[in-house]
């Protein structure tokens, strides 16, 4: 069982940055691959970015939309992983949401991931 707490959202102007950050509990965090996405209101849970597994090499996925702007990283010492936002624009308002796969892979779909967190919201005012 993996609890996912996240942290780090808020309001800031467009061309920003912000940080957000996913505690996580557990003795296993590193077995996991760990991923973020969101939803803005009237909108679908979308993929934005993921890191697989704490072992071994590590690899990254974006969403086209977010690519160059942001960077997922992980720290398993700390059983957590943040998410670097730079360059926000109003677009990528949402809940940000942290979530943990057991399959130990980068996975892109809501599907694959078996604990999610509460939710932290981002604005973007233009």
């Known amino acids: 069982q993996v609890q996912l707490v996240e942290s780090g959202g808020r309001l800031v102007q467009a061309g920003g940055s912000l940080r957000l950050s996913c505690a996580a509990s557990?003795?296993?965090?590193?077995?996991?691959?760990m991923g973020w996405f969101r939803q803005a209101p009237g909108k679908d849970r979308e993929f934005v970015a993921a890191?697989?597994?704490?072992?071994?090499?590590?690899?990254?996925m974006y969403a086209d939309s977010v690519k160059d702007r942001f960077t997922i990283s992980r720290d398993n010492a700390k059983n957590t992983v943040s998410l670097q936002m730079n360059s926000l624009k109003p677009e990528d308002t949402a809940v940000y949401y942290c979530?943990?796969?057991?399959?130990?892979?980068?996975?892109?779909?809501?599907?694959?991931?078996?604990?999610w967190g509460q939710g932290t919201q981002v604005t973007v005012s233009s």
């Open positions: 979530a943990a796969s057991r399959s130990g892979m980068i996975q892109t779909h809501r599907t694959w991931y078996d604990y």
């Open positions: 557990g003795r296993t965090f590193s077995t996991y691959a």
């Open positions: 890191i697989n597994w704490g072992g071994g090499t590590t690899t990254t």
